[in-house]
């Protein structure tokens, strides 16, 4: 891949097909290179392989872990240019916000590699004169991960990291839209010191099966999942068998609200950061929008005019802000959903181009109403559908409709609102006055049918240790 400089990333590519799955270019159709496929008595032996080396990796001392972690996120700075333009080769998404995400997904390692450190367990007052009562944190043992295409790395750096920190090892089976990234990431885990059996990058020809294995082999003890709820609920349903601890990090239908005190401008620029990042792909995009009758029309054409200035093509090309979707099944349903939004009265605010390839026009939508499907569904593509509203209780109810609860957003300069509305709306996280709300040191996650658990912040390393109780009698 002649776009790669530093080739020691792409040393796990397979040469044909025989061999591994083809990796296709979404801006171009271009096949990018073979991956290596993983048969059953593979993943069978990398899980095998994973159970005997954890024991030796958690024996280590935290400190010489977050030794090892912090020469990993060194080592992906380093490359950060590489592993951004194949990350862009794969996924789509313009070179600056590979490069951005490059640095996101580094940021879980540094971050987990400090709180290796912290694992702290606790002494309790006693109840008897007679006992002392403390708990101590060690790790589930081999944790395992399904990771989606839509952001290859940090997906994958945000559960590798505290899983490794707490002293697990790892398996993950990233997309098969986007193994390189995953693949070459590891890599350079390798060159930083961390054993190959600690952390296995492994690729099924069928996801299914995958899961189906991670789901029900004895010595895999923690499942971490992120993808669609759809699938979160087939591997939480296989789980139960075994009463596997899994963490789900699923889907969301984030409502953007903006009311009549907001900062209009404001609002605008963190709409467009909200909706329109990785071409609205993104499980935290704003996926509907609800504005204030009096501030209606200004927001709407302010809107409408900054997405029509989006440069749609190639993520490699000079000044792109929006790359191609995934595949041409995901384009099917984002135009599918924008046409049943016209035909039930929704308005296009510029002309609706139909482009080639797996390219599509951005477009702001309005006159759309609570009961469309589209404002059902979750979109993952760049259309932002515009609600009028009213009256801030059939606000609130209407932003709560919806069996999603990860990420919100709101708009507003008034404090006593503020406070009000961000405690109402039924969502893990809420973004006020601000629409790019994911760091390492905050924890992200959902509620409802938007997942279990949270990563990234102190909590996030929790999700992989568990929590052992010690009784001392006779003091
Ligand atoms: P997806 O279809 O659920 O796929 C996610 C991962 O699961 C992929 O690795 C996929 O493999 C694998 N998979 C699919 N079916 C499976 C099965 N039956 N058993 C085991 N694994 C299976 O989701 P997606 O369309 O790739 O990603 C988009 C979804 O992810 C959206 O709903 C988005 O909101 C959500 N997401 C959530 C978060 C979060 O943090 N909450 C973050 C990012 C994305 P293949 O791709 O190889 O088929």
Known sequence: ???????????????????????????????????????????????????????????????????????????????????????????????????????????????????????????????????????????????????????????ITRKAGPALAAGCSFIVKPSES????????????????????????????????????????PLIRKLSFTGSTQVGRVLMQQSANDIKRTSMELGGNAPFIVFDDADIDAAVVGAMASKFRNAGQTCVCANRFYVHSKVYDEFVSKFSAAVQQLKVGNGLDEGV???????????????????????????????????????????????????????????????????????DQQLIEMANDTIYGLASYFYSQNIHRVWKIAEALEYGMVGINEGMISNEVAPFGGVKQSGIGREGAKQGIDEYMNIKYLCFGGN
């Not at 990058?201 to 189906?212: E, K, M, N």
């Not at 009265?345 to 482009?355: C, K, N």
């Not at 390839?357 to 569904?377: R, Y």
Request: net charge negative.
């Open 321 to 391: 802000s929006i790359g191609p979707v995934i595949s041409a099944a995901a384009k099917q349903n984002i135009q599918s959903l924008i046409d049943g939004a016209i035909a039930q009265g929704a308005q296009p605010m510029s002309e609706l181009r139909t482009l080639d390839g797996l390219f599509m026009q951005p477009v702001v939508l309005k006159n759309v109403t609570h009961d469309m499907d589209i404002i059902a569904n979750e979109i993952f593509g760049p259309v932002a559908p515009v609600i009028k509203f009213s009256d």
């Open 1 to 155: 891949m002649q776009h790669i400089t530093n080739q020691s990333l792409l040393s796990f590519m397979v040469p044909n097909e025989q061999q591994g799955i083809a990796v296709n270019n979404p801006a171009t159709g271009d096949v990018l290179g073979f991956a290596p496929v993983s048969v059953e008595q593979d993943i069978l032996g990398s899980i095998e392989r994973a159970s005997v080396a954890q024991k030796e990796w958690a024996a280590l001392p935290s400190k010489s872990r977050s030794a090892v972690l912090l020469s990993w996120y060194q080592l992906i700075l380093d490359n950060k240019e590489d592993l951004g333009r194949l990350m862009t080769l794969e996924q789509g998404k313009p070179l600056a916000e590979a490069q951005g995400e490059v640095l996101y997904g580094a940021s879980f390692i540094q971050w987990f590699a400090e709180e290796a450190k912290r694992t702290y367990g606790e002494t309790i007052p006693t109840p008897s004169g007679d006992k002392r009562l403390l708990t101590i944190k060690q790790p589930v043992g081999v944790a395992c991960a399904i990771t989606p295409w839509n952001f290859p790395i940090a997906m």
């Open 178 to 217: 986007t193994p390189l990234s995953a693949f070459a990431v590891a890599e350079l885990a390798y060159q930083a010191g961390i054993p190959r059996d600690v952390l296995q990058v492994v690729l099924g020809s069928d996801a299914r099966q995958v899961g189906r294995i991670f789901t029900s082999h």
